[in-house]
């Protein structure tokens, strides 16, 4: 019974370390290009990350809820990259602010920018290294 526990528990972290552990990869520029030509999509620092939140921006956070109710940035909304429905839910925020994405450590949220890319938003941001980095920063967490 104990090895059925333990196998059960590797295998659940290593389902979900490959799902947001995987090489971020960076958005193509040239296909996220707005009608002025300006990109709207980029992959940035943890340090750019943090400059980009103001009142004309939102955070959202693309991990599970557990991971989220573990730690998360200050006033992030929670919308969970493995949902059925997770473009609906994304698509319905005001695609006029700036959409600061992050995960853990930026794989999921480099494959949510792809997922909205093109879906009206004015300019979205993957914060490279996710969460991760930005508790390695040492930045607020709220708990």
């Not at 999509?41 to 939140?53: G, M, Q, R, T």
């Not at 493995?82 to 695609?95: E, H």
């Amino acid at each position: 019974m104990k090895i059925l526990q333990i196998l059960t528990l590797v295998s659940l972290t290593i389902f979900f370390s490959f799902s947001c552990d995987t090489a971020t990869k960076s958005v193509d520029a040239e296909s996220n290009q707005s009608e002025q030509g300006t990109a709207v999509a980029n992959d940035v620092s943890v340090n750019e990350f943090k400059s980009l939140i103001n009142d004309n921006s939102i955070v959202l956070d693309v991990r599970r809820p557990v991971e989220f109710k573990a730690g998360h940035l200050k006033n992030a909304i929670n919308i969970n990259y493995f949902d059925d429905d997770f473009l609906a839910q994304v698509i319905k925020l005001d695609k006029s602010k700036t959409l600061l994405i992050h995960c853990a450590s930026g794989g999921r949220s480099a494959g949510a920018m792809s997922k909205l890319s093109g879906r009206g938003f004015e300019a979205m941001y993957n914060m490279l290294g996710g969460i991760n980095a930005w508790e390695n920063a040492k930045f607020e967490v709220v708990k």
